[in-house]
């Protein structure tokens, strides 16, 4: 053909490639399937290839063949053969070299529903655990409630310094029974939320308004919510830790808002408040 290879038309070169009983995994086989954690991953990088142990082919080109005695039973999607999720997310963890990239992947993967901890960790059991450090803590992250690659890392933070930990995505509720919000990260004892302001999640159309509105009407009840972007959460925990102790220690002894607060099964930044109730955005 003329001109250059989509995305699709990769993989089912490599798949032709590869022959028969061959599976694609990794993020190849992540991205069909919604995962955005890895933005600088483009339709030029590498078409990762499971095939049988038995098998000999070499890499060439965009695709990266890996003999392995443990061929995943595939997923076919569009006439192609893909590895389950959790085996997906485990072998492209494999490849990271940056913790953030490997919070996210495991993060978003358990958030979307793709996954669950227990496939994870049947998966992580049944390989080799070399080279798994990040891997585990990312899925023992995302096992206590952390639903993105930055509240991992802002988990991680606050478990290495004095502070208690707060109670993960946390929906708050009147005691009427109304939802104000879901928040990111929950103190009880003080009425204090953290959030985790993504622009992925929070600036786009008018997710930025509903972001601000959110904010008033949890202060109005009482709520005191403290922000922090990503990239400060990567680049300044040292700092965010200190303000978080400072907070804390301005609202022990307060009267606290009457609140109801229970762990929620769908990520804050998932949803919109409109007219009181909530209303889940779609998601492809």
């Not at 227990?118 to 990040?134: I, N, P, Q």
């Not at 930025?208 to 509105?213: D, K, S």
Request: hydrophobic share 40%; with cysteine.
């Amino acid at each position: 053909m003329t001109g250059s290879l989509g995305e699709q038309e990769r993989r089912r070169a490599a798949v032709l490639y590869c022959g028969p009983e061959c599976a694609i995994t990794g993020l190849a086989a992540l991205r069909p399937l919604g995962i955005k954690s890895m933005r600088s991953a483009s339709e030029h990088d590498d078409i990762h290839v499971l095939i049988p142990v038995e098998r000999r082919r070499l890499s060439s080109g965009f695709v990266v063949v890996e003999r392995t005695i443990r061929m995943p039973r595939v997923i076919t999607l569009a006439g192609l053969p893909f590895a389950p999720p959790a085996r997906a997310i485990v072998d492209a963890a494999h490849r990271c070299v940056k913790r953030s990239d490997v919070f996210a992947l495991v993060t978003e993967g358990v958030a979307r529903g793709l996954v669950d901890i227990a496939a994870l960790d049947h998966e992580l059991a049944c390989g080799s655990r070399r080279g798994t450090r990040m891997l585990r803590e990312a899925i023992e992250h995302a096992g206590q409630g952390a639903w993105s690659g930055s509240e991992a890392q802002l988990r991680s933070g606050l478990l290495r310094s004095s502070l208690p930990e707060p109670t993960w995505n946390v929906a708050l509720h009147t005691a009427c029974g109304d939802l104000l919000a879901i928040v990111d990260g929950y103190y009880d004892d003080v009425a204090l939320a953290l959030e985790v302001d993504s622009r992925e999640h929070h600036s786009i159309g008018n997710d930025w308004e509903h972001t601000l509105n959110r904010s008033a009407m949890l202060t109005a009840h009482g709520v005191v919510v403290m922000h922090f972007t990503p990239a400060r959460i990567w680049r300044d925990m040292d700092s965010i830790i200190t303000e978080i102790r400072s907070a804390r220690g301005r609202l022990i002894g307060r009267p606290l808002p009457a609140l109801v607060s229970t762990k929620s099964a769908v990520p804050g930044s998932w949803v919109s408040l409109k007219k009181g109730d909530v209303e889940q955005r779609a998601h492809s």
